[in-house]
């Protein structure tokens, strides 16, 4: 196993998002192709944010997609596996708590006292004088007498980090190449809450750091947190990880990719029916590429094609009809089984089978097997297969335009030709199609394209004659002889 360690790190104060969807992703095909270790770590000390219920998710969430983890929660959630746990930010905090007491200690950080109305105020100052907010350093040098005196009246204090005021911090980003940052312009920051909790910044380094994390991919968003984490990496003696910030997901009207958006979290990507595999292979090209025009990959593709030499750095446009495209792609790669595995609840849902009718699941197998690519996502199964399995199907208004008294008359013969065929099959209903057409002197259309409609309610569509082999005699011939038309 090599020595590359990544993690992902949500917050479970929400669903998994394509956003975050994606960061996993890469971690996961960065680890999966360097075979090292993917880490899944939840970040819930924000008491009041933090669910259950959204962990829940979030673990739901990654399972579909197939981004299994080899450190972090169960698959329940219940509990840790992997030798740097608990993999819950909720149960770390007698770590937290001993770094924070070492940053004391070792004079790294200090207790600042200052009131929410004192940091108002130098708040408003620095909006006065056209500064970042920057706390202005006052709790830095208090003396221990200075610091009896605020504690004996009663006030509370945070734990701040000292940071550098001279020189500057850099990183090599993977994404962004060298960054520098002048390191007057990171405050000190807040380590430890006034209720004890850690900050997101101090409570992710503690942890990256015990858990060995090589690589950090994570948002762009976080890129002015990198200054403080890699200064605290530097100063508590943890090998610092590369990093490297993916551009954000922006939605079709340049703005963050947000609900607005429709669809916008994993489970409802799930819930309408995409497959996981498109989905990973739409959000692999949000922000990567391949280096050629490819852009449907198998996930196995992925995890070997993957590069982090190939992250884009400008902003990645989420495209629903890109995405729908790759889902269709993704539908023609399954086998027929696996088709069949997918669409078969969807019928019994839209109440078209029961689910334990066998016949008509294999008689399901065989509709899709003559639509074929026609299916383009797995939604379409009720509409496009529901002349199958009942006589409540929709009629396409121009087919049913179409379809006039000459046409219905032509159906009336078709039927009887229809019920005197034997061994009814795609064969022998094209020959007695075409028998009938050269007796009336028509051309095969002029009986064809009435017949799809009057058996199917639809103007295009496989060959009709597996329509009608499909759809079965007794059916086609009550259909010839009375078609449904528009009321
Ligand atoms: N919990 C943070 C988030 O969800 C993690 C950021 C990081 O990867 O460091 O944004």
């Known amino acids: ?42 970040e819930d000390t924000d008491q009041e944010r933090s669910t259950d219920a959204s962990t829940q998710q979030i673990l ?25 746990g608990p993999y819950f930010q909720s149960q770390r905090r007698d770590k937290y708590d001993e770094f924070a ?13 200052c009131t929410p109305d004192e940091l108002d105020a130098m708040r408003q100052k620095a909006k006065a004088e056209k500064r970042d907010f920057g706390y202005d350093g006052r709790c830095r040098d208090l003396s ?98 590369k990093f490297g910030h993916m551009p954000m997901i ?19 990507f799930r819930d309408e029916n995409f497959l996981s595999a498109a989905l990973v292979n739409y959000l692999a090209l949000l922000g990567w590429s391949p280096g050629n025009d ?35 792609e993704h539908l023609k790669l399954l086998s027929d089984k696996q088709r069949l595995a997918m669409a078969w609840p969807i019928l019994v849902d839209a109440g078209l089978a029961e689910a334990d009718d066998g016949q008509a699941r294999a008689k399901l197998g065989q509709v899709l097997k003559i639509m074929g690519a026609r299916v383009s996502h797995l939604n379409d199964v009720p509409a496009y297969c529901a002349a199958y399995f009942s006589d409540d199907y929709e009629l396409d ?41 050269d007796e009336l002197g028509l051309k095969a259309g002029q009986l064809i394209h009435p017949a799809r409609f009057a058996v199917s309610g639809q103007k295009v569509g496989p060959s009709v004659f597996d329509v009608l082999a499909t759809v079965g005699q007794e059916r086609v011939v009550q259909r010839l002889r009375a078609p449904r038309r528009p009321a």
Not at 17 to 36: D, E, I, M, P, S
Not at 188 to 207: H, R, S
Not at 297 to 324: C, G, I, M, Y
């Open 1 to 42: 196993m090599s020595s590359i360690r990544v993690r992902f790190a949500p917050s479970p104060t929400g669903t998994l998002h394509v956003g975050g969807a994606r960061t996993a992703l890469f971690n996961w095909l960065y680890a999966r192709l360097q075979k090292g270790v993917f880490v899944l770590r939840i």
């Open 60 to 84: 739901r969430s990654m399972q579909w997609l197939g981004l299994d983890w080899d450190e972090g929660p169960t698959e329940d959630g219940a509990d840790s596996r992997g030798d740097h």
């Open 101 to 113: 007491a070492r940053l004391l200690q070792e004079n790294l950080a200090y207790p600042c006292y």
């Open 144 to 241: 221990h007498d200075e610091r009896k005196e605020r504690e004996a009246r009663g006030r509370t204090s945070v734990l701040r980090v000292r940071t550098p005021d001279e020189g500057s911090i850099r990183w090599t980003d993977i994404v962004h190449g060298d960054m520098e940052i002048a390191a007057d312009t990171v405050e000190d920051w807040v380590a430890v809450k006034g209720d004890g909790f850690p900050t997101y910044n101090f409570a992710a380094v503690v942890d990256d750091g015990l858990m060995e994390i090589s690589h950090v991919l994570r948002g762009d968003d976080h890129i002015s947190n990198t200054p403080k984490q890699i200064h605290l990496f530097r100063e508590l003696g943890f090998r610092i990880p």
């Open 250 to 268: 922006l939605g079709s009207d340049g703005k963050r990719l947000s609900k607005r958006h429709g669809a916008a979290s994993v489970e409802e």
């Open 294 to 328: 490819q852009e449907v990959f198998t996930v196995q593709q992925l995890t070997k094609k993957f590069s982090l030499k190939r992250l884009n750095h400008s902003a990645a446009v989420f495209d629903p009809e890109k995405l729908a495209y790759i889902n269709a």
């Open 397 to 437: 208004a121009e087919a049913a335009a179409e379809f006039d008294d000459e046409a219905q008359a032509h159906m009336a013969k078709l039927a009887e030709a229809m019920a005197k065929v034997e061994g009814f099959d795609a064969a022998s209903a094209e020959a007695a199609l075409r028998a009938l057409a």
